[in-house]
Structure formats: structure tokens, C-alpha cells
T-cell receptor
């Protein structure tokens, strides 16, 4: 059974700091790993998707990397802003005998002005 | 506009009264799934469907039913809702290609009293 862990569970940083969020998974048979953000009580906004054959993806101040063999992904946020405050979720789509999607519980980020 | 829609967005009901939450996508996606989100437990997959008439259990299928009679629709059925099914529900779809990028609906907040 796929298990996805996100560390840290919560993070508070001053505005302007660069930060790294971590996601680890136990089964490397995956189609992709997708990062989302979620504001309180709201839906999910897709940030980046990394296919299993890719090593990283970039969008603006965000960069996500994937090391499938070690079961790890990182989301790097450069020059953080108060508007980045949200919960960040990673999700893994397994490609083995089952086609399930497993989410981590998330990292709650607060960027202090 | 490409989108996943869910109805209703909010629902308060009583224990035992059958209900259906609808999900529809206009992107001709093969893969559709339902999730529930609970504090401290994150998003957990309830059921998923690889295509019409093909469905399979996710991690928390007990108390739920689904059907996939048409490619665009994937309703979630609670035959006898109980208070422990009070949750925020999300529907998602993705194309069954090498990426399986997920697109999420806005969510349905269900309260069972």
C-alpha cells in the first residue's frame, strides 16, 4: 500500500525567505507526483505535476523535483510572500496493480510579513 | 471552459436518508475519482473509475457506492448516510495518458445529523 508523508507538518517563515517542502512515498511504481495548494475551506489548486520520467518542473517561483528511486520529492518556493500562505499537498498516482491516488496530509505554510 | 462540476455544493441531511452527489467533467477524461477530506486525515480516495463501467475501491469505500454509466458523469451515492460521513468531498478527473494530471471539482460539504 502506498504511503505518502509530508514534512514538516507546519512551517512559519518571514517574508522573502526561500523554503523547501518535502514529500516522501513508499512505492516507486508511479505515473506522477502532483503538488497542490489549498486555502482554508477551499478547493485544490494544482501547482506542478512531475511525470515519473521527469526529474523536475518549474513554474514561476516554484520548482518541484522528483527522485523516484528514493521515493522523494521537494517543492522549492523562492522569495516567499504572504500570499503563499496555504496548505501544500502532494499526491502520488500509483501505476502498479492498482491505480490509486494517495495524498499526504500536507504542510501548512505561514509567511509572515 | 474545461471544468469538473459537483452538485450540490453544500448539503445537510439526516441519518439514513439516501443521497447522491453528482460529478461531471467536460474534458473527455477516462479516469475519475472521489475523495473525502477530514481534519488530520487529509484527502483519502473513496472510489475511482478507469472508464465507463469500470470502477474500483479506493482506501475508504465503506458506506459509499458509485456508478459510471457515461464517461462524463461519476455520481457518489450514500445509501444510508451516517454522521461519520460528515466531510468535505471532492471529485476529480484526469486523462488516462502518461501524465494522469488531476483536475478537481470545487468540493461538496456534507453534514449528516
Amino acid at each position: 500500500k502506498q504511503e505518502v508523508t509530508q514534512i514538516p507538518a507546519a512551517l512559519s517563515v518571514p517574508e522573502g525567505e526561500n523554503l523547501v517542502l518535502n514529500c516522501s512515498f513508499t512505492d516507486s511504481a508511479i505515473y506522477n507526483l502532483q503538488w497542490f495548494r489549498q486555502d482554508p475551506g477551499k478547493g485544490l489548486t494544482s501547482l506542478l505535476l512531475i511525470q515519473s520520467s521527469q526529474r523536475e518542473q518549474t513554474s514561476g517561483r516554484l520548482n518541484a523535483s522528483l527522485d523516484k528511486s528514493s521515493g522523494r520529492s521537494t517543492l522549492y518556493i523562492a522569495a516567499s510572500q504572504p500570499g503563499d500562505s496555504a496548505t501544500y499537498l502532494c499526491a502520488v498516482h500509483s501505476s502498479g496493480g492498482y491505480q490509486k491516488v494517495t495524498f499526504g496530509i500536507g504542510t501548512k505554510l505561514q509567511v509572515i510579513p | 471552459e474545461a471544468q469538473v462540476t459537483q452538485n450540490p455544493r453544500y448539503l445537510i441531511t439526516v441519518t439514513g436518508k439516501k443521497l447522491t452527489v453528482t460529478c461531471s467533467q467536460n474534458m473527455n477524461h477516462e479516469y475519475m475519482s472521489w475523495y473525502r477530506q477530514d481534519p488530520g486525515l487529509g484527502l483519502r480516495q473513496i472510489y475511482y473509475s478507469m472508464n465507463v463501467e469500470v470502477t474500483d475501491k479506493g482506501d475508504v469505500p465503506e458506506g459509499y457506492k458509485v456508478s459510471r454509466k457515461e464517461k462524463r458523469n461519476f455520481p457518489l451515492i450514500l445509501e444510508s448516510p451516517s454522521p461519520n460521513q460528515t466531510s468535505l468531498y471532492f471529485c476529480a478527473s484526469s486523462k488516462a495518458d502518461y501524465s494522469y494530471e488531476q483536475y478537481f471539482g470545487p468540493g461538496t460539504r456534507l453534514t449528516v445529523t
